[in-house]
Protein backbone atom coordinates (compact mmCIF):
# COMPACT_ATOMS: atom_id res chain seq x y z
CA UNK A 1 0.00 0.00 0.00
CA UNK A 2 1.25 3.61 -0.40
CA UNK A 3 3.49 4.95 1.87
CA UNK A 4 4.20 8.40 3.10
CA UNK A 5 6.74 9.78 4.81
CA UNK A 6 8.75 12.27 6.81
CA UNK A 7 12.79 12.28 6.69
CA UNK A 8 15.46 14.55 8.91
CA UNK A 9 19.26 14.47 8.68
CA UNK A 10 20.62 13.14 11.52
CA UNK A 11 24.33 11.93 12.84
CA UNK A 12 24.01 8.45 11.54
CA UNK A 13 22.37 9.80 7.88
CA UNK A 14 18.86 10.14 8.01
CA UNK A 15 15.92 8.86 10.33
CA UNK A 16 12.74 8.68 8.21
CA UNK A 17 9.33 7.98 9.54
CA UNK A 18 6.92 5.97 7.49
CA UNK A 19 3.07 5.78 7.40
CA UNK A 20 1.54 3.15 5.67
CA UNK A 21 -1.62 4.90 4.48
CA UNK A 22 -4.11 2.39 4.76
CA UNK A 23 -3.59 0.95 8.34
CA UNK A 24 -2.34 3.84 9.08
CA UNK A 25 0.82 1.88 11.14
CA UNK A 26 3.84 4.19 11.72
CA UNK A 27 7.37 2.86 11.56
CA UNK A 28 10.73 4.12 11.97
CA UNK A 29 14.18 3.45 9.94
CA UNK A 30 17.59 5.02 9.97
CA UNK A 31 19.34 5.11 6.62
CA UNK A 32 22.92 6.32 5.59
CA UNK A 33 21.59 7.39 1.43
CA UNK A 34 18.44 8.93 1.34
CA UNK A 35 18.18 6.50 -2.14
CA UNK A 36 17.36 3.63 -0.19
CA UNK A 37 13.69 4.89 0.92
CA UNK A 38 13.29 4.44 -2.57
CA UNK A 39 14.83 1.32 -3.48
CA UNK A 40 13.09 -2.31 -3.64
CA UNK A 41 10.43 -1.02 -5.20
CA UNK A 42 9.06 0.74 -1.79
CA UNK A 43 6.17 2.91 -2.89
CA UNK A 44 6.61 5.68 -1.17
CA UNK A 45 4.02 7.99 -2.59
CA UNK A 46 5.36 11.01 -1.00
CA UNK A 47 8.19 11.87 0.78
CA UNK A 48 8.49 15.60 3.35
CA UNK A 49 12.09 16.14 3.34
CA UNK A 50 14.39 18.89 5.45
CA UNK A 51 16.74 19.24 3.02
CA UNK A 52 17.50 22.05 0.54
CA UNK A 53 15.85 21.41 -2.65
CA UNK A 54 16.14 23.55 -6.25
CA UNK A 55 19.15 25.90 -5.93
CA UNK A 56 20.17 29.43 -7.17
CA UNK A 57 22.94 30.35 -9.33
CA UNK A 58 23.75 33.19 -7.18
CA UNK A 59 21.72 34.98 -3.91
CA UNK A 60 19.49 33.76 -1.72
CA UNK A 61 16.74 31.71 -2.21
CA UNK A 62 13.17 33.46 -2.13
CA UNK A 63 11.63 30.43 0.05
CA UNK A 64 14.62 31.13 2.48
CA UNK A 65 13.34 34.56 2.65
CA UNK A 66 10.11 34.86 3.16
CA UNK A 67 10.69 31.42 5.59
CA UNK A 68 12.53 33.88 7.47
CA UNK A 69 10.66 36.65 7.46
CA UNK A 70 7.88 34.27 8.70
CA UNK A 71 9.45 32.64 11.49
CA UNK A 72 10.32 35.44 13.85
CA UNK A 73 12.27 34.14 16.58
CA UNK A 74 13.02 31.00 15.14
CA UNK A 75 14.64 32.86 12.00
CA UNK A 76 17.75 31.58 12.23
CA UNK A 77 16.74 28.12 11.90
CA UNK A 78 16.61 28.85 8.01
CA UNK A 79 20.45 27.96 7.02
CA UNK A 80 21.16 29.40 3.62
CA UNK A 81 21.03 27.03 1.07
CA UNK A 82 24.49 26.24 -0.58
CA UNK A 83 23.84 27.79 -4.49
CA UNK A 84 24.45 25.25 -7.31
CA UNK A 85 28.00 26.31 -8.80
CA UNK A 86 29.44 25.74 -4.76
CA UNK A 87 27.66 22.15 -4.44
CA UNK A 88 30.40 19.94 -5.93
CA UNK A 89 33.29 21.48 -3.54
CA UNK A 90 35.09 19.17 -1.81
CA UNK A 91 36.49 21.51 0.46
CA UNK A 92 34.68 23.96 2.40
CA UNK A 93 37.65 26.66 1.15
CA UNK A 94 36.49 25.57 -2.16
CA UNK A 95 33.09 26.08 -1.76
CA UNK A 96 33.80 29.58 0.07
CA UNK A 97 35.94 30.59 -2.90
CA UNK A 98 33.36 29.74 -5.76
CA UNK A 99 30.36 31.47 -3.20
CA UNK A 100 32.92 34.72 -3.16
CA UNK A 101 33.59 34.26 -7.13
CA UNK A 102 29.32 33.74 -7.71
CA UNK A 103 27.56 36.37 -4.72
CA UNK A 104 30.17 38.43 -3.03
CA UNK A 105 30.03 36.34 -0.27
CA UNK A 106 31.64 33.19 1.82
CA UNK A 107 29.85 30.51 3.39
CA UNK A 108 29.67 29.54 7.38
CA UNK A 109 31.19 25.70 7.96
CA UNK A 110 27.64 24.98 9.17
CA UNK A 111 26.30 25.35 6.19
CA UNK A 112 28.79 23.29 4.03
CA UNK A 113 28.56 20.18 6.43
CA UNK A 114 24.77 19.88 4.94
CA UNK A 115 26.65 20.07 1.43
CA UNK A 116 27.04 15.86 1.13
CA UNK A 117 23.19 15.51 1.87
CA UNK A 118 22.35 18.33 -0.30
CA UNK A 119 23.89 17.19 -2.98
CA UNK A 120 23.18 13.47 -2.14
CA UNK A 121 19.14 14.46 -2.51
CA UNK A 122 19.96 16.36 -5.80
CA UNK A 123 21.39 13.92 -7.55
CA UNK A 124 18.90 11.26 -7.16
CA UNK A 125 16.04 14.17 -7.89
CA UNK A 126 18.51 14.94 -11.38
CA UNK A 127 18.67 11.36 -12.53
CA UNK A 128 14.99 10.23 -11.78
CA UNK A 129 11.97 12.21 -12.85
CA UNK A 130 9.34 10.25 -11.01
CA UNK A 131 10.83 11.25 -7.83
CA UNK A 132 10.37 14.41 -8.65
CA UNK A 133 6.49 14.63 -8.21
CA UNK A 134 6.75 12.33 -4.46
CA UNK A 135 9.73 14.25 -3.05
CA UNK A 136 8.93 17.48 -1.49
CA UNK A 137 11.52 20.17 0.63
CA UNK A 138 9.63 21.44 4.45
CA UNK A 139 11.55 22.74 7.11
CA UNK A 140 10.49 21.69 10.22
CA UNK A 141 10.18 25.10 12.11
CA UNK A 142 7.73 26.04 9.18
CA UNK A 143 5.96 23.23 9.73
CA UNK A 144 5.55 23.46 13.36
CA UNK A 145 4.25 26.68 13.13
CA UNK A 146 1.63 25.76 10.65
CA UNK A 147 0.92 22.72 13.22
CA UNK A 148 0.90 25.56 15.97
CA UNK A 149 -1.67 27.48 14.64
CA UNK A 150 -0.08 30.00 12.36
CA UNK A 151 2.16 30.90 15.49
CA UNK A 152 5.79 30.19 15.65
CA UNK A 153 7.52 28.35 18.14
CA UNK A 154 8.45 30.78 21.26
CA UNK A 155 11.93 28.94 22.04
CA UNK A 156 13.94 26.66 20.24
CA UNK A 157 14.50 23.65 19.73
CA UNK A 158 16.62 21.98 21.76
CA UNK A 159 15.94 23.86 25.02
CA UNK A 160 13.93 21.78 27.50
CA UNK A 161 10.48 23.84 26.65
CA UNK A 162 11.20 24.30 23.16
CA UNK A 163 11.39 20.44 23.24
CA UNK A 164 8.25 20.06 25.00
CA UNK A 165 6.19 22.52 23.49
CA UNK A 166 7.27 20.61 19.77
CA UNK A 167 6.60 17.17 21.76
CA UNK A 168 3.11 18.40 23.37
CA UNK A 169 1.79 19.48 19.38
CA UNK A 170 2.98 15.52 18.46
CA UNK A 171 1.48 14.23 20.94
CA UNK A 172 -1.64 15.58 20.21
CA UNK A 173 -1.91 14.04 16.95
CA UNK A 174 0.48 10.80 17.15
CA UNK A 175 0.20 9.91 20.50
CA UNK A 176 3.04 8.22 21.76
CA UNK A 177 4.86 8.01 18.62
CA UNK A 178 7.65 9.48 19.52
CA UNK A 179 8.63 7.69 22.56
CA UNK A 180 8.14 4.51 20.40
CA UNK A 181 10.63 5.78 18.08
CA UNK A 182 13.38 6.96 20.77
CA UNK A 183 13.23 3.73 22.06
CA UNK A 184 14.32 1.75 18.79
CA UNK A 185 17.32 4.38 17.92
CA UNK A 186 20.20 4.87 20.16
CA UNK A 187 20.94 8.46 21.16
CA UNK A 188 24.83 8.63 19.54
CA UNK A 189 23.14 7.83 15.82
CA UNK A 190 19.56 10.10 16.59
CA UNK A 191 18.55 12.89 18.55
CA UNK A 192 15.40 13.85 20.18
CA UNK A 193 14.88 17.14 17.98
CA UNK A 194 15.94 14.88 14.76
CA UNK A 195 12.87 12.46 15.59
CA UNK A 196 10.56 15.72 15.97
CA UNK A 197 11.46 17.42 12.84
CA UNK A 198 11.08 14.11 10.87
CA UNK A 199 7.50 13.84 12.40
CA UNK A 200 6.64 17.31 11.50
CA UNK A 201 7.66 16.43 8.09
CA UNK A 202 5.69 13.53 8.36
CA UNK A 203 2.75 15.66 9.75
CA UNK A 204 3.30 17.86 6.22
CA UNK A 205 3.60 14.75 4.26
CA UNK A 206 -0.10 14.03 5.28
CA UNK A 207 -1.25 18.00 4.86
CA UNK A 208 0.32 16.86 1.02
CA UNK A 209 -1.32 14.04 0.23
CA UNK A 210 -4.81 15.35 1.61
CA UNK A 211 -3.96 18.43 -0.93
CA UNK A 212 -4.05 20.85 2.47
CA UNK A 213 -0.66 21.90 2.35
CA UNK A 214 0.58 25.04 1.61
CA UNK A 215 3.94 26.38 -0.48
CA UNK A 216 6.66 29.52 0.18
CA UNK A 217 6.56 30.72 -2.60
CA UNK A 218 3.27 30.62 -3.53
CA UNK A 219 4.62 31.33 -7.17
CA UNK A 220 7.38 28.55 -7.32
CA UNK A 221 10.05 29.33 -9.54
CA UNK A 222 12.33 26.56 -10.44
CA UNK A 223 15.74 26.08 -10.75
CA UNK A 224 18.41 25.54 -13.86
CA UNK A 225 17.63 21.97 -13.12
CA UNK A 226 14.08 21.98 -13.66
CA UNK A 227 14.01 21.56 -9.53
CA UNK A 228 11.60 23.49 -7.33
CA UNK A 229 13.09 25.90 -5.14
CA UNK A 230 9.79 25.94 -2.34
CA UNK A 231 9.48 24.62 1.30
CA UNK A 232 5.95 22.90 1.92
CA UNK A 233 3.84 22.95 4.98
Excluded at 124 to 147: G, K, N, S
Aim: hydrophobic content about 40%; some cysteine; charged content about 25%.
Amino acid sequence: MPIIAGADGCPAGWIVIEEDTTSHEIESRVTARIEDVFANGRDVAVLAIDIPIGLTESGARQCDLLARRQLGPRASSVFPAPIRPALASESYEEASRVSHERQGKGISKQSFMIFPKVRSVDVALRADATLRERVFEVHPEVCFQAWNGGVPMLHAKKTFTGARDRSDLVRSVFGDVFDRIRAQHRRPAVSDDDILDAIAALWTARRIVSRASRTLPDIVPLDSAGLPMRMVY
